[in-house]
């Protein structure tokens, strides 16, 4: 039955009609509408008609005892509030009841002014705590909005340095793209968690983007770059670094960036890591980048080719790779059908 409004209502549950009327009529002294019930099927019964804010109700009852009744109730209604009620003044059976989510517990007999009490603070704590909910479930989709808004800002803002970077240097416009899906792909076949494999290919799209302080005659030179040349190509982990640095991402993609030339036996460059000191995506990283290059054309060369690419993080694995990501990605190729999109 589905949950409907219902202000103040209170059912008694009580096999006990002296204390059916006591309750009663000290509900009506501070006008609550009453429901009355003598037993645990009764109350489920009324309850499948009836829904209520509050329930008074005895533990023990005839066949199911209040207990059983009251924890099937919040574990389905948690809002509902609760106060038993018992003839023992028992502190374990009263902490039991505690425990199972019971805002109060009264002791028979006892007095209308302790039964006011009672009722009138469990209703303004549930009260309290629906608006607190309330209040929580429209503060989280609030900034689930406003997240998904930055994220869709963050994926543009992303889009457009990418293309600027491609804009000057055609030959390998759509590189970048390409490496973001094999490093992320890798991501996935380790099975990272979602938000790194979200961060890995944010990185990716973007890993260059410190060529932009390359001039374009080199990046498009259709011959072998002098060493010079080289070196000033090298620069640009350190570059991309710098401009990615002051932006506040949710992740590591100023870092990823900066390493992704590295090498696990600190050959690589910019700053000769070694191993573990390389970020695990960046390690990722250097796998998709080699062969996404390899694989495709170059100014000085045609494109070698998937297998080629393979064979040289194959033949370099655990040297110049890390041994799991060159494993991922082979898996993509030999076994998972990967390949890359078009341009």
Not at 132 to 157: F, G, I, W, Y
Not at 245 to 273: C, D, M, T
Not at 291 to 298: G, N, P, T, Y
Request: charge should be negative; aromatic fraction near 4%; include cysteine.
């Amino acid at each position: 039955m589905e949950r409907e409004t219902n202000r103040e209502k209170i059912l008694i549950v009580d096999d006990e009609v002296p204390v059916q009327r006591t309750l009663s009529r000290i509900m009506k002294r501070i006008q609550r509408k009453c429901s009355l019930a003598s037993s645990a099927e009764e109350a489920r019964t009324i309850m499948k008609e009836e829904t209520f804010d509050l329930i008074l109700c005895d533990i023990r009852l005839p066949g199911e005892s209040g207990m059983d009744l009251i924890s099937d109730v919040l574990s389905e209604y948690p809002e509902t509030a609760v106060i038993m009620v018992s003839g023992m003044d028992d502190p374990e059976v009263a902490e039991k009841a505690l425990e199972i989510g019971a805002y109060g517990y009264m002791i028979k007999p006892f007095k209308p002014s302790e039964v006011i009490i009672n009722v009138s603070s469990a209703l303004r704590r549930q009260r309290l705590e629906t608006e607190s909910r309330t209040h929580r479930e429209n503060l989280e989709q609030m900034v689930a909005s406003r997240t998904a808004k930055l994220q869709e800002t963050l994926d543009d803002v992303i889009h457009v340095i990418a293309l600027t970077v491609e804009s000057r240097d055609p030959y390998t416009a759509g590189h970048q793209r390409r490496v973001a899906e094999l490093a992320s792909a890798i991501a996935e076949e380790m099975e990272l968690p979602e938000d790194q494999v979200k961060g890995i290919r944010m990185a990716g799209v973007i890993h260059d983007l410190g060529k932009i302080s390359v001039p374009s005659e080199i990046l498009s030179k259709p011959s072998r770059l002098s060493k010079i040349e080289f070196e000033l190509i090298k620069t640009h982990p350190q570059v991309g670094y710098d401009i990615l640095k002051g932006i506040e991402f949710p992740w590591s993609v100023a870092e990823i960036s900066y390493q992704h030339h590295e090498r696990i036996n600190g050959s690589g460059y910019p700053q000769g890591l070694k191993g573990e000191e390389i970020l695990l995506e960046a390690r990722i990283m250097a796998v998709a980048d080699v062969v996404e290059a390899m694989a495709s054309h170059r100014p000085y060369r045609p494109a070698l080719g998937i297998d080629v690419a393979l064979e040289e993080i194959s033949k370099n694995r655990g040297v110049l790779y890390d041994p799991e990501m060159v494993d991922a990605c082979e898996v993509l190729f030999s076994e998972r059908g990967f390949c890359f999109g078009s341009s």
